[in-house]
């Protein structure tokens, strides 16, 4: 018993060092965007360690190796990332609460249209209350427990709504290594956005 015991223990151990050895990131699923955090935070960390390598480097001929590497790894993530997209059932409506500038649009819905290497391309419809050049929107995104991601995706509208019409606003975000834990987005004043911009 005790040699069967030993075998699966040492089977477990093997397999773990296996995931480890991968580079696999440890970030779960998200209900909404999947495997995309999980792709983004595992390839960020490993182009920025070999960026910050190619810097550190004294010796050009390495540091060029280094800054290639990180160039190909980009290339395979911003292909992953296409691929992942490609499988969701895209756009990919996110719910949202907002709570500013309701004297001037009404948010409708919400979506995630694009994703890339840890960015996406946001867009929202709203019904216009209030006529202006462009209207803008300040989205941040909150986790299950109601903390705000860092980060910040700004959004504005085409080009003067007419009141009564339905408006598109678009935004991008960079981050989607940070969002493991998205629950939903916020729209935000400019005034909140101001104060938080870099947090």
């Not at 030993?6 to 397999?15: K, M, N, R, Y």
């Not at 490993?46 to 160039?71: C, G, P, T």
């Amino acid at each position: 018993m005790k040699t069967k015991n030993s075998v699966l223990i040492s089977i477990v151990l093997i397999f773990a060092l296996y995931l480890v050895g991968c580079g696999g990131s440890s970030l779960p699923d998200n209900k909404y965007l999947g495997s995309l955090p999980g792709l983004a935070d595992k390839y960020e960390s490993e182009i920025e360690e070999l960026e910050k390598k190619s810097k550190e480097s004294d010796d050009l001929k390495k540091a060029f190796e280094y800054s290639q590497k990180a160039e190909k790894l980009d290339e395979e993530a911003e292909a992953k990332a296409d691929e992942a997209f490609a499988e969701m059932d895209a756009p990919i409506e996110i719910p949202f609460e907002q709570v500013a500038y309701q004297d001037k649009y009404d948010i409708q819905q919400l979506r995630i249209t694009k994703a890339y290497f840890n960015g996406m391309s946001v867009e929202f419809d709203a019904l216009v209350k209030k006529s202006e050049t462009h209207l803008f929107g300040y989205l941040r995104f909150v986790d299950e427990e109601g903390n705000e991601i860092p980060g910040w995706c700004v959004t504005m509208s085409n080009r003067r709504p007419e009141e009564g019409q339905v408006a598109v606003f678009k935004g991008t975000y960079r981050g989607l290594h940070k969002l493991s834990g998205l629950a939903k987005v916020k729209a935000m004043s400019r005034e909140y956005y101001n104060e938080n911009e870099n947090n």
